[in-house]
């Protein structure tokens, strides 16, 4: 398969690699889309603490299930589907991950920094961090379920109520994020002429693909730890 892989320090080169196999546990993920995201900037240029080369980054994205590692549950998941995924691999074992405080894991893996990401046709993730993705949403704006998660975990864990009033400080597109998910998670609805900075379609997409629906459906939300520390 084609992947781009980033050899050294800001240089990235688009070669021919073997198509990684879905080990236990795990889902082998046909990419449609990636985005690029500022940590990818990082790692291209070497200051990402975790990176190592060579790596195929990429940890922002949408693809369907190609094929099935051993110990997956078919009632979970099914070859075909459309999914995304939560970038961070825990332990489980840890005395971070013993205390719920997951993204600080003393073994953290990240998808696309330290283990190979989605900058190439397919790429292997453990099941645990795979979730399904509305039919409501299309392909490019899945593609960005993760930051958008991100955005929406800091509206719930900063313990918001409706009669809040918010300033929101950042001219990148998380930062839109975080004015439709405070929108839509606090006060139950999303009115994207209220904001003063207009956030994109994909804020209006996310409310109507996300609102209403149960369980690991919930992909902008579904997609971040619960044990994250900060807002």
């Known amino acids: ?12 080169e688009v070669k021919e690699v073997d198509i990684p196999v ?16 500022g940590s990818d900037v990082h790692i291209f240029h070497g200051t990402n603490p975790i990176a190592k080369t060579p790596l195929i980054p990429g940890h922002e994205f949408v693809g369907t299930v190609a094929s099935l590692g051993l110990d997956v549950d078919v009632d979970e998941i099914s070859i075909g589907q459309r999914v995304a995924v939560q970038p961070l691999v825990f332990c489980g074992t840890c005395a971070p991950c ?37 039919d409501a949403l299309s392909d490019e704006t899945a593609a960005l379920a993760e930051p958008f998660s991100i955005a929406m975990h800091s509206s719930r864990r900063g313990g918001l109520t409706p009669d809040d009033r918010v300033l929101i400080i950042g001219g990148v597109p998380s930062d839109s994020f975080r004015h439709c998910s405070f929108e839509s998670w606090v006060r139950g609805r999303f009115e994207p002429d209220r904001a003063i900075c207009r956030p994109t379609q994909l804020c ?18 579904g997609t971040q730890p619960d044990g994250g520390g900060g807002v």
């Not at 398969?1 to 990235?12: F, G, N, R, S, Y």
């Not at 080990?23 to 990419?31: C, K, M, R």
């Not at 209006?204 to 939300?221: E, K, L």
Request: hydrophobic fraction near 45%; proline fraction near 4%.
């Open 1 to 12: 398969m084609k992947a781009a892989v980033l050899t050294d320090w800001k240089h990235i």
């Open 22 to 37: 879905a080990g236990p546990g795990e889902v082998l993920i046909e990419v449609i889309y990636a985005g690029i995201c």
């Open 98 to 134: 013993r205390r719920g405080i997951l993204h600080v894991c003393a073994n953290l893996v990240v998808i696309g920094a330290n283990r190979n990401g989605a900058f190439s046709r397919y790429v292997s993730v453990p099941i645990d961090g795979v979730f399904p993705i509305s």
């Open 204 to 221: 209006a997409q996310f409310w109507s693909g996300c609102h209403g629906s149960d369980g690991r459906q919930r992909a902008g939300i």
